[in-house]
Structure formats: C-alpha cells, structure tokens
C-alpha cells in the first residue's frame, strides 16, 4: 500500500463550476490534479485534457486471444487428441470449424469481458485499496472535488487554496489523499 | 413541441437521491419484507428438500421417462435463463441505444438476470441425473482417458453459452454496483457496515480519471453483452432445432426463443418492479409509471411477435408438405395436450393485447396481473416445445404420456423460492437503483430551474 500523498483540495457543490474551474486549474499550469466526483461528469475530460481511455485496446487484445485459444482448442481436442466420428461429420480443421463457432464466439466474449475489467479495476483504477483517505464522505453523494498534488512543480498550497475559492469553492485545505 | 417527460418526479436533488436509495439498504426491514422472506424460504426449503430427494433418490421421482426424455428440467431451464434476458436487454441494449429511462430499473433488472441465470443452472445439472459429475462438462486434461468433450454438440454449446453469459452477468452487475458500494461506504455509521461496504467497494474514489475509464469499461461490457445476449438464447434453441424431431427441427427456433425470451423477462421485470414500488415507496418517484407503461409496451411487442412465430410454425407445417410436419401441429392444438397450448396462446398472445389501453397499460394491479400470465404462458410455451413434441414422434409405438409428479412440482415451485429468497436479500443489501448513473440523467425533461417541463404541455415519453 502506498503511503498517501499530500494534495491541497477545493470542494464544489455545482458540477458547472466544477468543469470550469478544472478547465482554470490546467489552463493555470497544474498537471497532477484530478477531480473527485459522485458520478461522471460530463465533460470534465476535456476539461481536465484527460486522453481517451486505453482499454478497448485490452479488450480488443483478449478478444483476440480468447478467439486463438477457443480455435486451437477445439481442433486440437476434435482433430489430435479425441478424434470421435460423429455422423459423418469432418474432422478436418476449416471442414469441422463451424461446428465450432459458437464456443469460439462465447470465448472470445469471456476473454473480452474480463480482461477489461481486470484492467480497469487492478490497472487503470489500482485498486483495491485498503482503507483509503477519504477527504469528505459527500463526494459520493452530492459534492465535487479537485485536489492538486504536492508532486506539481508549481505546487504552492495558500496560492491554489485562494485559487480555488475565486472559482467557486466552497471549502479548500490541505489534506493527505 | 414535443416535450420529454421528467425522468425522475419529485424535483429531487442530488443529496435526496442518495439518501432515498440508500434508506432500504440502512433502515430495518419492514414486516412486509419479512413475511415475503419467510414465505420465500419456505418455497426455498421445498426446493432443497426435493432436490435432495432426487438426487438421493434418482430421476424415477420425476416424470422423465420414454418417450418424453426432456420433462420439467429441460422446461424449467429454458423459462428461466429466458427471465434472465431481458435484465442484459435493458441494462445493456437499452444503454447503447441511449434509452435514459432504462437507469432506474436496469440494476433490479440485471439483479433479476443474474438470480434467474443461477436458478436455471441447476436444472440441466439436475437433468444429467448424476450433478456430482458435472465439472465432466469442462474441456481439461483428465484421467478419466483422458476422455474429452464433443465441441460439436449444441448441448455444450449451451454450456458455454449459460456459463459466460453468467459470468459476464455478474461482473457487469458488480462493475455497476462498486460506486454506489463505495457511497454506502461512505455513508456508514457503523464498523461492520463500513468494513463489508469498503471491501466491496474495493476502495473505490471517483477521479475523473477512474470515472473516464469506467464508463469506457461499461460500454465495452453492453458492447459485449448485446451479442452475447442473443447468442444465449439462440444457442439453447439450437438444443431443440439442431434435432430432428418433427416440431423441433425449424430455423425460426432462434428468433423466436429470443423473443419470447425478452416476452417473458419484461413480464418478469414488471411483476417485481410493481412489488418493490409497494414495499419502497420512495422508489415511485424513480421507478414511474411511465416505466411502467413503457416496458408494459415492449411486453406487447414482443407479445406479437411471439404469436407471428406460433403463426408462421402452423404455416410451414402446412407448407412444407411434410406429414409429420403437420401432425405435430395440429396434435399441438387438438390433441391431448390441447389446453396447454391454448394456455400458452391465451396468456401469450391475447392477454397481452389488453396493453393496447392505455389505462390498463398504466393501471398498476393490471399489469401485475398480466405479467403473471405472461409469466405462466411462458413456461407453457416451453412445455409445448418440450412435451407435444415428443409425446408422439414417428412411429405409434413410440407414443406416450407425460405424467406430472410431486417432484416436479416440487422442483419447479421451489426454484421461485429460490429466485426470490435472492432477490429479496439483494434488496436489503444492495442500492437496488443505481445511484451513480441516476444523477445524470437527473435534469431529463427539466427546464432550466429544475421544474417539470412537461406539466401543461404536450408531451412524449
């Protein structure tokens, strides 16, 4: 478990000022901060400048993958391992392999499926953790947050703390997250 | 101008969602919620007790037996992995083609899946005679050979099928569940509460960046799921069409399973949603009765398109010239399982008309009724499929009966003890409307100060 690091944070209660004012942080300079939100917030990617998510590439990948093994896996049972006559039908890999669709296609969706939210909770969102800092318990109810972290060059808690109350925070301190 | 109707009544804000939401999930169960518990458990115990006696026992109990090799499990089976699709309709079709309403009933209705896919697993477990053996089905290196699995066979296609469309299910349930987990969590009053929630939550935060990932994750999974989904019920028709038994043997099986399969799950989904609007309702301002009349809608949709299906087998019987074609339709309606088929053709085709009224469509103790003999009718219509069919193949010789036994009965009013003894436990434990994606679509059909846009106006839903 990482230890926790230390970031300065303003809290909304408007997701419009909270888009804005996430606009005003990059455009102000920060680039390690992000946004606290009960739900997605429609268009704080762009206003944050977040790059598209990478896990269709994932999913893509292991769809793929799941389709190469089921492939293999089939033919490799029915044609090598327990070649079985069964009413005539061809044992022959592309003679037989539409037989087989379906347990390509059902793999393949499996693979798809779990590979992309293995990547999304284990990589993208690194979870789980245990016991993390929790700033305000309403930021999954009905409060908005973006916290600046002291790892920015131009980290300057009083500065950004005064920042954010001029766009509209309600609260800001510092706090570890 | 056409304007939408609000989403969600009551101008609610965001802090009064979460609270409405979350109060079933932190409050003590009503006594309306404990006398169904324990009714539902009782059922559950029937079930228990009469699967312990078959498997004990042996499939005698039952009435599988020649001719009619396919009895209650096989129907039973079929009835209720097709409940379970129209939970991944709503949660997944219905989210790709952008249809807003579909939020606050898509968490109940993918619960719903999950319960009924887990309830029609044991059937066909059962229906092998010997379910201690069932991990047989799995493609693994074994001693027993090593002795492999015919890829070629529908029986294990359906065992793939059921079994990703199961796991699928459940990630894509829990993917939706891990925010509104991790408000539960941050909710909490006491330890117990707040170290089940937190654990199931993950540890979950809600950065724009996680959230950014998250929604691309949901999307891919209702990507996944609209294929898949189809492929289920597709696969388990395959069952019967990839046979060659008179009544069995047609290509209309796939589409036609999948629209009764979606018939039957809405009729599912409004028969529970009408209880859980009366046992919380707090839920009524989320769960409207424009939902309601909506999927009431889709229910008698899929209601025609189910009796197109009946008409086009009748009509390719006749067509295709075959004899036992035709005898298996006209044994269907006139012979000795006549009044099932006139139950499945009642409760599926012309009750659902009444649907056309817009009072009954949104009259609540209507639709709950016609759900339940959507419900029947779709259980009916598998014993059609299942029963008539065998009951009298080619040769006189062959013809039998099938003869009903407590065991069957036992197995197939248990399983609802079953399903509900889940679904009632899920609404205590879990958010049962999905917080996180509700709020957004919080200003549907609002003007700019938050009020009803609709009111006075005319309006489309």
Redesign the interface.
């Known amino acids: 478990m990482a230890k926790n690091k230390k970031v300065t944070v303003g809290i909304w209660e408007d997701e419009h000022k909270l888009i804005e004012a996430?606009r005003k942080t990059r455009e102000a300079g920060f680039k390690i901060f992000?946004?606290?939100?009960?739900?997605?917030?429609?268009g704080?990617?762009e206003a944050?400048g977040?790059k598209?998510?990478w896990?269709?590439y994932i999913?893509f990948s292991f769809g793929i993958l799941g389709c190469t093994f089921a492939v293999w896996?089939?033919n490799y049972?029915?044609e090598t391992?327990?070649p079985?006559n069964?009413g005539g039908?061809p044992l022959t890999l592309w003679a037989?392999s539409p037989?087989?669709m379906?347990?390509i296609?059902?793999?393949s969706?499996?693979f798809?499926?779990?590979s992309?939210?293995a990547?999304?909770?284990f990589v993208?969102?690194d979870?789980?953790?245990?016991?993390?800092p929790?700033i305000d318990?309403?930021?999954?109810?009905?409060k908005f947050a973006i916290f600046v972290d002291e790892a920015d060059a131009s980290y300057n808690t009083a500065k950004i703390q005064q920042q954010f109350k001029e766009w509209g925070a309600k609260e800001t301190r510092e706090t570890e997250f | 101008m056409f304007t939408r109707d609000q989403l969600i009544t009551g101008n609610k804000t965001l802090e009064q969602i979460t609270n409405d939401i979350c109060e079933p999930v932190e409050t003590v169960p009503t006594i309306k919620w404990v006398a169904l518990m324990l009714g539902a458990n009782s059922t559950l115990l029937i079930f228990v007790s009469t699967l312990i006696m078959i498997i004990g026992l042996g499939m005698g109990l039952m009435a599988v037996n020649h001719p009619i090799g396919w009895g209650t499990d096989i129907i039973t089976f079929v009835f209720w992995i097709g409940i379970g699709h129209a939970g991944t309709l709503i949660s997944a079709i219905l989210f790709l083609f952008r249809q807003k309403w579909r939020t606050s009933i898509a968490r109940s209705a993918e619960a719903m899946t999950v319960f009924a896919v887990m309830t029609a697993g044991i059937f066909p477990l059962l229906h092998t005679g010997r379910p201690w053996l069932g991990y047989w089905l799995l493609p693994y290196p074994n001693q027993r050979g090593p002795l492999w699995i015919n890829f070629r066979s529908p029986l294990l296609w359906d065992v793939f099928a059921v079994s990703t469309y199961m796991t699928v299910s459940v990630v894509f349930w829990y993917v939706g569940m891990v925010p509104d987990f991790a408000t539960l969590r941050d909710r909490a009053k006491n330890k117990i509460r707040k170290i089940a929630y937190g654990a199931l939550s993950l540890g979950w935060r809600g950065t724009a960046r996680n959230w950014s990932h998250y929604e691309m994750t949901y999307l891919l999974l209702a990507g996944l799921s609209t294929p898949l989904v189809l492929s289920v019920h597709t696969i388990v028709s395959f069952d019967f069409a990839v046979s060659q038994l008179p009544g069995w043997h047609t290509t209309i099986f796939p589409p036609y399973f999948v629209a009764g399969a979606i018939f039957s799950g809405f009729g599912m989904v409004v028969t529970l949603m009408t209880l859980v609007r009366i046992g919380f309702p707090k839920f009524k301002d989320y769960v409207t009765i424009n939902h309601m009349e909506v999927m009431n809608k889709i229910i008698m949709t899929t209601g025609l398109m189910v009796g197109y299906a009946y008409a086009t087998e009748f009509f390719i019987a006749w067509y295709s010239g075959n004899p036992f074609e035709s005898f298996v339709f006209i044994n269907r309606a006139f012979g000795p399982y006549a009044w099932s088929y006139w139950i499945m053709v009642t409760c599926n085709v012309f009750i659902p008309q009444l649907f056309w009224w817009k009072s009954i469509r949104r009259s609540i103790p209507a639709m709950f009724v016609i759900s339940i003999c959507v419900n029947i009718g779709m259980w009916f219509e598998r014993f059609v499929i299942v029963v008539t069919s065998l009951h009298r193949d080619f040769l006189p010789a062959n013809w039998g009966d099938f003869i009903f036994t407590w065991a069957d009965f036992g197995v197939l009013f248990g399983s609802f003890g079953f399903f509900l003894t889940l679904f009632l436990l899920y609404l205590r434990l879990a958010p049962a409307i999905s917080i996180a994606e509700l709020k957004p679509v919080l200003n549907v059909g609002r003007d700019n100060n938050g009020h009803d846009a609709s009111s006075g106006g005319t309006h489309h839903g």
């Open positions: 996430a992000d946004a606290i939100t009960p739900y997605p917030v429609h704080i990617e944050m977040i598209r998510s896990i269709p999913c896996l089939t049972v029915a391992e327990w079985i069964i039908k037989a037989g087989f379906p347990i296609f059902e793999v969706v499996l798809a499926a779990l992309s939210v990547a999304l909770l993208a969102c979870l789980p953790k245990i016991n993390p929790i318990p309403a930021l999954t109810s009905h």
